[in-house]
């Protein structure tokens, strides 16, 4: 009784102070329900782009595996002497514009920019996140902590890596098929947002036994970096390109943004992604980064919301063929 003493925030599922098990896992799973369809909103679309791409069918998830296919998009015209990009989305399921701008970006951009690039695009690498608004997966896992099962846990750090998942394992066994030495570039589409701190922080804290410690959701688009690769520039012109879309982030009366320095306007820095297991950690990508867009601001509609990571997107590409000098499209 003493452990839940001052325990602020209660999660209804689990006993404050003590970290789940199965039982507890399991109560939190059967709670959850089903708000959107992926088939409707996702599958639709990805069906859609057949005709223009390369569509292939990469896993499943063992819940349902004809419900949870897991789909990615390659650019037709793959050519070894072309550098490879990586662009993925939905490794949080209930961000949906990392969803839908990932989706946006097949339909409007990457086939132009594939004259330049061989494109791979994972939009929906968590669906049953998607569906149910979660940010975990089934089994009550981060997925975008799940890609480095053996990185280092610091104990209060707010990013720690977690156990594998379906939906890391078999992103990276699709990529490592493709024999790709060497990544010119990774962007991972996510979104920041009020259930982070209402819901998703005090599940966390619930699951793990550990107290919550509130903080402030930030207004507008930023980036997180690799204090170990920050590649200044390029975010900037990143920043620079969504600034067109929509606002970009502040930081907060400390100079935070999410409890992270703010390194330059609208990017904070964190130790290496691969370390923390993070998505964008995935490749050896020379640049790498995760978009982060505020749906609930009420200074931005859905559709801006979309546009700012397809925005994003196209920024970072221009920047690269202006520096690396690649040919034009």
């Known amino acids: 009784?003493?452990?839940?003493v001052g325990f602020k925030n209660k999660f209804p599922i689990g006993t404050p102070g003590q970290p789940w098990g199965e039982a507890e896992k399991a109560e939190w799973f059967n709670t959850r329900t089903i708000q959107r369809s992926y088939k409707d909103e996702v599958l639709s679309k990805i069906e859609a782009l057949k005709d223009r791409f390369n569509v292939q069918q990469y896993g499943s998830l063992s819940l349902d595996r004809e419900r949870y296919p897991l789909y990615v998009a390659t650019t037709r015209n793959w050519e070894a002497s072309k550098p490879c990009v990586l662009v993925t989305g939905g490794v949080h399921g209930y961000e949906k514009s990392g969803v839908q701008g990932a989706l946006l970006f097949l339909k409007e951009k990457a086939e132009v920019y594939s004259k330049t690039f061989n494109i791979v695009v994972a939009p929906c690498v968590s669906p049953w996140g998607y569906e149910t608004v979660q940010r975990w997966n089934d089994k009550a896992v981060d997925p975008n902590r799940s890609f480095n099962p053996y990185g280092e846990v610091v104990p209060g750090r707010s990013f720690n890596p977690e156990p594998a998942t379906e939906q890391s394992k078999q992103l990276i066994m699709f990529l490592e098929s493709l024999k790709v030495d060497q990544w010119l570039m990774h962007v991972d589409c996510h979104e920041t947002t009020?259930?982070?701190?209402?819901?998703?922080g005090p599940a966390k804290a619930a699951r793990d036994g550990v107290e919550f410690t509130p903080d402030v959701i930030p207004d507008g688009f930023y980036l997180v970096s690799d204090s170990t690769n920050p590649q200044e520039a390029w975010q900037k012109a990143m920043?620079?390109?969504?600034?067109?879309?929509?606002?970009?982030a502040p930081a907060d009366a400390d100079g935070k943004i999410i409890g992270e320095n703010v390194v330059q306007e609208g990017v904070i820095a964190i130790p290496s992604p691969k370390s923390l297991g993070l998505c964008s950690g995935v490749t050896n990508a020379t640049f790498a980064s995760t978009t982060e867009v505020y749906p609930d601001s009420p200074k931005a509609t859905e559709e801006?919301?979309?546009?700012?990571?397809?925005a994003c997107l196209v920024g970072a590409l221009d920047y690269l063929i202006e520096?690396?000098?690649?040919?034009?499209?």
């Open 1 to 4: 009784v003493s452990m839940s």
């Open 304 to 310: 801006q919301c979309n546009e700012a990571q397809v």
């Open 323 to 329: 520096v690396q000098s690649l040919p034009r499209l």
């Open 239 to 248: 920043i620079d390109a969504v600034r067109k879309v929509t606002h970009i």
């Open 194 to 200: 009020d259930t982070d701190e209402s819901e998703f």
